[in-house]
Structure formats: structure tokens, C-alpha cells
């Protein structure tokens, strides 16, 4: 069945330094991967997505990078900042067939000041 | 606010009862989703409209909910004789659709409706 696996469950990093989240999926047949910030009481807010016929997407400080081989796509937040602190949800997605978005179970990041 | 919204942002209930949520997606996203969120978990897919035709249902949608799109503009989610499993936030979700007739990727979420059950 479909699943994405997301690993940490909670990251604590120092303000300045890199944060990555990693995941993977089980479905062969997904090909878009988005990825979302979840603040507390807040709503889900997407940050950054990837197609699998991308390798790596840059967006400033966030960079999420997909090995389609090996079903593992992962999240890179370089010079992390207060305003990071959140979870986040990897997901994964079917084109061509069902709409429905898998997420992951979450990593919830601390920036320690 | 031109986001998705839902209506109401929080529901207490009694087990038993029956209650109804409201999302209102972005003007002329043609595709609308419907999911439940526990905490400490990610979104779990309940159902999703294209236009007024709802197009998946998850396995996790018994047969006491139930979804409608009538116009293909917003939509309701029911739940009848609610137990207190049913406790969640309930996210409703649209995506646009882009030239050619072809569903943006990006899925936009609303602000969710916070369910308690007694």
C-alpha cells in the first residue's frame, strides 16, 4: 500500500546550523513530492515541492532532494532561523491517477536560540 | 482573505450528535479535498470533488460521513452519531485548475475545524 515513512519525529539544532529531514515512500508510481510547514494551530502551508524528474530544488535556504531509485526524497534548511521552529510534513503524490497527498507523520524542528 | 476557509474553526459535541463542516475553497479551484488530522500525525486523505463530482473516498470514510459538493463551489462534511475516535481537525484542502484543463499540483489548505467529541 502507499506510505511515507519521515524520519525524525523531532529535530532540536542550534540557531545557524542545518537542519535535514528525510523521507521515504513505498508507491513507485509517485512522482510529485511537496513538502509543508505546519506552525502550531496553524494550517499547513507548502514551502517547497519536487517532481521526479528533478534531482534537487533550491528555494534560498530550503533545498529538498529526491533519489527516485531509492524511494528516499529528503529537506535541507541551511542557516536556520527562530521563525523555522514548526513541523514539518514530507508527502508524496500520484500524478496521473489519484489526487490524494500521503504525508508523512512529521518532524517537529526546535531552533534552540 | 481570498484563502480557503472553513466554518466553524472549532465544534464540541456530545457522542451521538450529528455535526456538519463548511469549506469554502479559493474562487475557481475546480478540485476540493477533505482530510482528518490527530495530533501528533500528519493529514490523513478522506475524499476529494472535482468540480460537484466526488471522484475518491478513503477507506477511513464509514459509512457515517458523508461529503457534498452540490455546486461544485464549497462544500459539507457530515458526521452522524459522532464517537469520540472522531475527534480530529478536519482539513479541506483545493487546487486550481491551470490551462488545458489540467489540476495544479499544489494543494492549498484551509484553517481546519477543530472537532471534540464528549
Known amino acids: 500500500g502507499e506510505n511515507v515513512e519521515q524520519h525524525p519525529s523531532t529535530l532540536s539544532v542550534q540557531e545557524g546550523d542545518s537542519a535535514v529531514i528525510k523521507c521515504t515512500y513505498s508507491?513507485?508510481?509517485?512522482?510529485?513530492f511537496p513538502w509543508y510547514k505546519q506552525e502550531l494551530g496553524k494550517r499547513p502551508q507548502l514551502i517547497i515541492d519536487?517532481?521526479?524528474?528533478?534531482g534537487e530544488k533550491k528555494d534560498q535556504r530550503i533545498a529538498v532532494t529526491l533519489n527516485k531509485t531509492a524511494k528516499h526524497f529528503s529537506l535541507h534548511i541551511t542557516e536556520t532561523q527562530p521563525e523555522d521552529s514548526a513541523v514539518y510534513f514530507c508527502?508524496?503524490?500520484?500524478?496521473?491517477?489519484?489526487?490524494?497527498?500521503?504525508f508523512g507523520s512529521g518532524t517537529r524542528l526546535s531552533i534552540r536560540p | 482573505d481570498t484563502g480557503v476557509s472553513q466554518d466553524p474553526r472549532h465544534k464540541i459535541t456530545k457522542r451521538g450528535q450529528n455535526v456538519t463542516f463548511r469549506c469554502d475553497p479559493i474562487s475557481e479551484h475546480n478540485r476540493l479535498y477533505w482530510y482528518r488530522q490527530t495530533l501528533g500525525q500528519g493529514p490523513e486523505f478522506l475524499t476529494y470533488f472535482q468540480n460537484e463530482a466526488q471522484l475518491e473516498k478513503s477507506r477511513l470514510l464509514s459509512d457515517r460521513f458523508s461529503a457534498e459538493r452540490p455546486k461544485g463551489s464549497f462544500s459539507t462534511l457530515e458526521i452522524q452519531r459522532t464517537e469520540q475516535g472522531d475527534s480530529a481537525m478536519y482539513l479541506c484542502a483545493s487546487s486550481p485548475r491551470l490551462a488545458g484543463g489540467v489540476s495544479g499540483d499544489t494543494q492549498y489548505f484551509g484553517p481546519g475545524t477543530r472537532l471534540t467529541v464528549l
Open positions: 508507491d513507485s508510481a509517485s512522482n510529485y
Open positions: 508527502a508524496a503524490r500520484r500524478y496521473s491517477s489519484a489526487s490524494k497527498i500521503i
Open positions: 519536487i517532481r521526479s524528474n528533478v
